[in-house]
């Protein structure tokens, strides 16, 4: 299951360029375009031409340079031709041409005119720059005074809760820099705020993160202690996205847990050592407050009391009850009955409210909402009457128009931007009047409520697909025996979707490890009814049968019960039903499907006295047969008896390794001379070094795995798809019955500076000759692993710097797809930014996405809790709506990726020094004080006919930043020195220093 880099700040560059009216200058008439003379050593002449020819193409093209100020000598049109970052080199794309109110002192020694027109594949970043570019004056009309300082604000909407870089342009001759200057957004945070942080070696700017409120905000420049006001620019922020290609930026500065909505955790694992094996995904919250906000749009309000009315039936729909079949019901009602009263919805129904767009801004012609559009202004309507922090999900219920316009339901989860910052909140859209709709099947607005929350709540989709699934597994689909698979007749959820949810507790699970079978085993069970809460002393609601790690079989003892609002209708009443589970299925099969029909046609619905035998074709005697008796409506016997698998099973655990860790496997670990100085770099790889690369594969089967081969991968850091991988070797080993085993890659793993990647580990499909034939492993599902690498620092220096990578995501379906990317972080003293919200992507294809982080703290503290310097854990996750679905109404999971942030001082080592038999050196913070400890790892690298050969050795750095070493007697060329910091300082190194 498992994004194109355009820098928002260059995406509204783009959009500017195809639209908007050029300002008539009336000093100049008739201007020319004048082209900046550093433009002809980085740009094709062909390229400068047709812009000459054609200047209303090029963005800014004899515009004001700020169009929201009057024409002045302070402000002057736009006429010369630039680059957007001079420093930069041009990319169509990522750096394209510009129309600049004066030209940048760019020099061009050292920018090689290209041979050939830059690639404009979107994947392909330009190269960050080198040194910082100093902006030359805007040249006015003759004669008048020049501006001190000029912002380059936006000059197209742009969209709440997003970013967009602000350069700010400095005459030489004002006598400031970009530190004497203050930003400020005097309407306060629902205009936005300001980041002072940069992008190292970048063009004077700052970052303006926009806020909730749309409108339009003046952004002042003062000097910096006094207030005067210096420069001034506008922007205008918009809760209107009309982009189709791919959404708004987004950023974040708070904490955000994993949704509930993106469930990735397995149900169940044969491997894992904690008793609980089948933790969820996210454990559904106890009291889950779900906002419901009853709206229309400009192409078809309510009129009389149609909207009130509204209110009223959504309020007893979702909340207080509605009468059916003598039984008052409501998606409320529904959770409290299924969990027990663990899960109690809190439902506020707020409206109605007149959403100022019209239909074809807030939905596509598919029904499907326009996400950006409809959960902001919905989240506007409440948000002064609403405190975001404490909802769990936001329900947008429309009233349709005609021509079949309606909105399907969906569920998903979106950035918001509210009163409270922005937030991930899991989303439902519905309409009004849901019942009436063509394709509803009359289902009833509590009904379908309750399966769109199930999303909200981390439950997947169980209904079989034609277009997508084996075609022999359509009579296995679960269907009213699940609310995820056919929601019409509001049945109950099986056992394990309610352990997924974290409200049925694991001592009420019998487990058995038919696949770990060592001898013949026999058990049974008493089964109480899963409709009637949790089991007496004695009983239990379910049985796991696990056969592979991620792989069980699931019975549970289901009984109709009238006087209740679920499970009333059941496929077959007083029924034992036995599921097959995969928590990482293939594609051509779900989650849940019932086990199959056996010989005797009893099948796996299972009523009294009847069994379900599957026989092992590869071991006769390890036959598992499930015999019901004794059943009588409030137990039910299940017997259970197998014999042993007899098969091997290598294995590798998937992610997540942790909470911290989403998108790391346990079982991958990196090993480098910098790992092992200290644990605060634990498992990170260290860029132009060697690094080991271990595995740990365990055997879960009862036989010896012998000639297991182990293959390690690395590839580009994505969050879905399967970009090209290089091959970095294969170690083969034995792995015991039962058994563990660590192997390391046959090679070190060289990682490129400044690289972020992903390390994948195969084992290839085993089998192996026992008693004359060939026997598989037990299964192919847990042979593979991967571990997403990304490290950075945030290095302060007033203020912190902001850091920069990307991650891929690719399309993996023969079919247009829409893809969300969703960020959460664990502090909130960091930021993280995100280029786009979502992206519609063609068939296999794959983009480049830009995620830039950064620390908040403007100087960081002398604190001696190291524990404030903990790392920022950031999760990236693409989920996926199956375009193969034809009533496809929530995502999947595509994959992820994470990166750790680290804050710290700067540092360097300021003097390194060979004096033999000694190497000495003193590590220094940006501000002359000495680091105070750490570690130094010194390499001595030797030249032997063209390969480097390399030795080192880690010394302590002590109180006044001071360290030495002994030097080798060995041969060797040079030394380079390396710090490994104490939290709460930045990494450096020296320079080399060749052998005296």
Not at 135 to 144: E, Y
Not at 422 to 450: C, Q, Y
Not at 896 to 905: P, S, T
Request: hydrophobic content about 35%; proline content about 10%; aromatic content about 8%.
């Amino acid at each position: 299951m498992n994004a194109r880099w355009v820098a928002v700040a260059a995406v509204v560059t783009v959009l500017l360029a195809s639209g908007g009216t050029a300002q008539a200058n009336p000093l100049q008439q008739a201007p020319l375009p004048h082209v900046c003379a550093f433009l002809h050593e980085v740009v094709p002449a062909a390229v400068i031409a047709d812009a000459v020819a054609h200047p209303e193409k090029v963005y800014g093209w004899n515009k004001r340079a700020n169009p929201n100020a009057p024409l002045s000598p302070y402000n002057q049109p736009r006429t010369s031709l630039s680059l957007r970052s001079p420093g930069r080199r041009y990319h169509p794309l990522y750096n394209g041409l510009l129309f600049a109110a004066g030209c940048p002192a760019v020099s061009t020694s050292a920018t090689p005119r290209p041979a050939t027109v830059p690639p404009t594949d979107p994947a392909t970043p330009p190269t960050p720059p080198t040194r910082p570019v100093t902006p030359t004056p805007i040249t006015p009309t003759p004669g008048t005074p020049v501006p001190p300082v000029v912002l380059v604000g936006p000059s197209e909407p742009v969209f709440v809760g997003s970013y967009v870089e602000v350069p700010v342009r400095i005459e030489p001759g004002a006598g400031l820099a970009i530190g004497d200057l203050d930003f400020v957004l005097p309407d306060g945070d629902k205009a936005g705020h300001v980041s002072r942080s940069t992008e190292r070696g970048a063009a004077p700017s700052f970052m303006l993160l926009v806020g909730h409120d749309p409108g339009t905000y003046p952004i002042l420049a003062t000097k910096h202690g006094t207030g005067t006001v210096i420069a001034t620019a506008h922007f205008t922020s918009t809760d209107v996205w009309t982009g189709t290609d791919a959404g708004p930026s987004a950023w974040l500065e708070r904490p955000q847990s994993p949704l509930p909505a993106l469930p990735f955790l397995p149900i169940a694992r044969a491997d894992a050592a904690a008793p609980d094996r089948a933790a969820s995904a996210a454990a559904a919250p106890a009291t889950p407050k779900l906002v419901i906000v009853i709206a229309d749009t400009s192409t078809n309000r309510y009129t009389g009391s149609e909207g009130t009315d509204a209110v009223a039936t959504w309020e007893d729909e979702a909340r207080d009850g509605v009468a059916v079949g003598g039984v008052t019901r409501s998606t409320k009602a529904y959770y409290a009955e299924l969990t027990g009263g663990a899960v109690n919805l809190d439902v506020e129904v707020r409206g109605p409210f007149s959403l100022t767009g019209n239909w074809d801004t807030y939905f596509e012609a598919s029904k499907e909402p326009k996400w950006d559009n409809l959960f902001q202004a919905c989240a506007d309507a409440v948000d002064a009457v609403v405190d975001f922090t404490t909802v769990f999900s936001l329900a947008c219920v429309t009233k349709g128009a005609a021509g079949d316009k309606f909105a399907w339901p969906y569920a998903w989860a979106r950035m918001i931007a509210t009163d409270e910052g922005n937030i991930a909140l899991p989303v439902i859209s519905m309409p009004v009047d849901w019942p009436l709709l063509k394709g509803s099947g009359g289902r009833e607005r509590h009904v379908t409520l309750a399966h769109e929350f199930g999303h909200n709540l981390g439950l997947p989709d169980e209904y079989w697909v034609g277009t997508q699934h084996d075609a022999a597994l359509e009579s296995r689909d679960p269907d009213g025996w699940t609310l995820m698979s056919a929601e019409a007749k509001l049945p109950h959820v099986t056992v394990p979707e309610r352990r997924w949810l974290g409200t049925t507790a694991a001592s009420a699970i019998r487990t058995f490890d038919y696949g770990g079978a060592t001898a013949p085993f026999a058990a049974t069970v008493e089964l109480h009814p899963a409709e009637l809460g949790s089991p007496p002393a004695g009983r239990s609601t379910g049985v796991e049968i696990m056969k592979a790690a991620g792989w069980s079989y699931w019975c549970e003892y289901r009984v109709g019960q009238s006087a209740q609002i679920g499970d009333r209708v059941l496929p077959t009443n007083d029924r034992v039903l036995c599921t097959d589970v995969q928590t990482s299925p293939p594609a051509s099969r779900r989650n849940i499907v019932v086990l199959p029909n056996d010989a005797s046609g009893d099948g796996p619905v299972l009523g009294n006295l009847q069994d379900y035998t599957e026989i092992d074709p590869m071991n006769p005697d390890a036959t598992l047969k499930l015999s019901v008796s004794a059943m009588d409506g409030s137990k039910a016997r299940l017997a259970i008896e197998y014999g042993p698998r007899g098969r091997p099973d290598p294995s590798i655990r998937p992610w997540p390794a942790g909470p911290s860790r989403p998108w790391q496997s346990p079982d991958i670990e990196i090993k480098n001379d910098r790992t092992k100085a200290s644990p605060a770099f634990f498992n990170m790889q260290w860029p132009g070094h060697d690094n080991e690369v271990w595995a740990t594969v365990r055997n879960l089967g009862t036989i010896d795995a012998t000639g297991v081969e182990v293959e390690f991968y690395v590839k580009d850091y994505n969050v879905g798809g399967t970009p090209p991988a290089t091959f970095l070797g294969t170690t083969t080993t034995t792995i015991p019955a039962g058994g563990t085993v660590t192997v390391q890659a046959p090679t070190p793993w060289q990682a490129p500076a400044g690289g972020h990647y992903c390390l994948e580990v195969r084992i290839g499909p085993y089998s192996k000759p026992v008693g004359g034939f060939m026997v598989d492993e037990l299964t192919g599902t847990n042979n593979i692993a991967q571990s997403n690498y990304d490290d950075h620092t945030s290095i302060s220096s007033s203020p912190a710097s902001r850091e920069t990578t990307t991650v891929k995501v690719t399309n993996p379906y023969a079919a247009p797809a829409l893809i969300g990317l969703s960020i959460d972080q664990t502090r909130d003293d960091f930021r993280t930014y995100l280029e786009h919200r979502w992206l519609r992507m063609a068939a296999g294809e794959t983009r480049t996405v830009r995620v830039m982080f950064e620390s908040t703290r403007d100087v960081p503290l002398e604190d001696p809790d190291r524990q404030s310097w903990a790392a920022n854990h950031v999760s990236i996750t693409a989920s996926i709506f199956n375009p193969l679905d034809p009533v496809v109404d929530s995502a999947d999971i595509l994959g992820g990726a994470e990166a750790r942030v680290r804050h710290g001082w700067a540092t360097r080592i300021d003097t390194f020094d060979i004096e033999p038999p000694r190497a000495v050196g003193q590590v220094l913070r940006f501000d002359g004080r000495p680091a105070p400890g750490g570690w130094v790892i010194i390499e001595f690298t030797d030249d032997r006919g063209g390969n480097l050969v390399r030795t080192s050795t880690t010394v302590a750095v002590n109180a006044n930043g001071r360290f030495s070493a002994t030097v080798p007697g060995t041969p060797w060329s040079f030394a380079q020195a390396f710090f490994v910091p104490v939290p709460g300082y930045g990494d450096s190194e020296s320079k080399r220093v060749p052998r005296p």
